[in-house]
């Protein structure tokens, strides 16, 4: 049989298990600690930060394989100007027209090239943005949890303080 003092360092370890964190990055809290519709509206709020976060990456990606596809047609018409290039040395002025033509494809080309590159990177920053509110975020919940600890672990101190004090003074009594 536990005497009290026991059955609270029990119910502090129980307690103190239950407030670790889990692999999966949330927390298991006593349904006395938050009600079901704050951890309801935690899970809502974390799920929500990790579908924007998916969507960013997603975006981040698909902007990512435009430029490399365009960079790629570039590349592409980058070596088919150089073989015109050849050509039209080869050949004399009648192929003017042509290389005119050729040179302001490049030049519009490199126009498209301009905006998805800056689109892409403000979605990069925006993604490290959002991963950093991420991490703060999470250091303040680290932080919130070893003040609730140390409070928790406290407040079992005082009460077994307490306790003793009232088991000393029934002793006196008798």
Same mark, same amino acid.
């Given at each position: 049989m536990q005497?009290?003092?026991?059955?609270?360092?029990?119910q502090s370890q129980q307690l103190q298990q239950q407030l670790m964190i889990q692999n999966s990055g949330s927390l298991s809290f006593n349904s006395s600690n938050l009600s079901r519709e704050d951890e309801e509206m935690s899970r809502s709020a974390l799920s929500t930060f990790r579908a924007k976060e998916e969507e960013i990456e997603r975006k981040r990606m698909e902007v990512r394989e435009r430029?490399?596809?365009?960079?790629?047609?570039?590349?592409?018409?980058?070596?088919?100007?150089?073989?015109?290039? $050849?050509? +039209? %040395? !080869?050949?004399?002025?009648?192929?003017?027209?042509? *290389?005119? =033509?050729?040179? &302001?494809?490049?030049?519009? @080309?490199?126009?498209?090239?301009?905006?998805?590159?800056?689109?892409?990177?403000?979605?990069?920053?925006?993604?490290? $943005?959002? +991963? %950093? !509110?991420?991490?703060?975020?999470n250091k303040e919940k *680290?932080? =919130?949890?070893? &003040?609730?600890?140390?409070? @928790?672990?406290?407040?079992?101190?005082?009460?077994l303080k307490k306790l003793d004090e009232l088991s000393k003074n029934i002793d006196s009594i008798q």
């Open positions: 005497t009290g003092e026991q059955t609270q360092q029990s430029v490399q596809a365009q960079l790629g047609r570039v590349e592409e018409e980058t070596k088919r100007l150089a073989m015109i290039r $050849e050509e +039209l %040395e !080869a050949l004399a002025d009648p192929m003017r027209k042509e *290389v005119s =033509l050729v040179r &302001k494809k490049i030049d519009a @080309v490199n126009k498209e090239l301009k905006p998805l590159g800056h689109t892409c990177q403000k979605k990069e920053k925006e993604y490290k $943005e959002a +991963l %950093e !509110a991420f991490n703060e975020k *680290v932080q =919130l949890i070893t &003040k609730l600890m140390e409070l @928790v672990s406290e407040s079992e101190k005082l009460r």
